[in-house]
């Protein structure tokens, strides 16, 4: 019986070249114990910075080779997301599959099944003059792996768009300063489309996948930015409550954490607030073959009040989650 572990992890903007006065070998020191003690087949990464060596030099991810380095999963199969062009990583912020199941294919979704609406601000100085596409932040990453039994595991990397208030002109100082609370209401309404977007993309990749396959293995990972109960995770979900349709509860999607104690479901604290925004969502065939989770958030540190206290720390502020499988045994 072959046991797998899969794991989602935000490096928080890894690179190589940090911004102000970050160590980037005291990063390496922090990141490494923390990929190590994962002890998983693979792993779904978030923010993963690129660059090149050279001018016309080929886009690398120079800083997590660093920190994988002389570890198994340094000669692992990866799988990078692409600019909006897709011709190469972007420099900030890509999706990173590693596996130690064979990859057979993979893809990137990025308004391929969702078009990106339209809408004219009300409050940008000066007001445009015609609607503009509201497209997302980022793409949404699908590989699908090879597992011993010959059957197909799909993984899906994701990273939404957070609830912060989007750029509007005239109506944003430098250093984060709105001018008007309307101003501030509208960047934040048009972060909502953006996620909630987003969520309904990866929605329709999953459909697209049971539509093949009703018994399909499917696993969405990463950093949602969302909640529980809030809109983009119940989209990607969906529950039988939301659809209200009892044959639909196979295509309901599961969240794994749910198997922790309430006290341990936390992957950031945000202001003294433990909130889980990373997660693990497994299809009702793969929940079979599940046999608990962990999230490594005992040193977490709030993402708001440490770094005042801690200037320039190694961090991240996010708490790796892993879930456990096996196929389950069958009589014959």
Known sequence: M??????????????????????????????????????ADVVCLQEVNTRAETKKGERRAFALDKVIAGTEY???????????????????HNLVILSRLPILSFRQIWHDLVPPPSYRPVSPVPPPDAPAAVEWDRPILHAELALADGRRLHVVNVHLRAPRAM???????????????????????????????????????????LDRDPEALVVVCGDFNSTEGEAALRIIRGDEE???????????LVTAERSLPENRRFSVIHHGRPVMLDHILVSRTLLGWYLGAE???EALGDELVSPALVRDTPETYHAPLVAEFAPPRVVS
């Open 74 to 92: 340094e000669h692992w199969q990866r799988v990078v997301s692409l600019n909006r062009g897709g011709v190469h990583p972007a420099d900030k």
């Open 242 to 252: 939301d659809t209200g349709n009892g044959h639909l509860a196979m295509r309901m």
């Open 295 to 297: 999230l490594h958030n």
């Open 2 to 39: 072959e046991r797998f572990r899969i794991a989602t992890f935000n490096l928080e903007n890894l690179d190589d070249h940090p911004q102000g006065g970050i160590d980037f070998e005291d990063r390496v020191s922090v990141l490494r114990p923390q990929f190590l003690r994962l002890r």
């Open 167 to 209: 750029w509007l002109a005239g109506q944003k100082e430098r250093f984060g300063r709105w001018l008007s609370v309307g101003g501030w209401a509208e960047g934040f309404f048009l972060a909502a489309v953006k996620q909630a977007g987003q969520a309904l993309e990866v929605r329709l990749v999953v459909e697209s996948i």
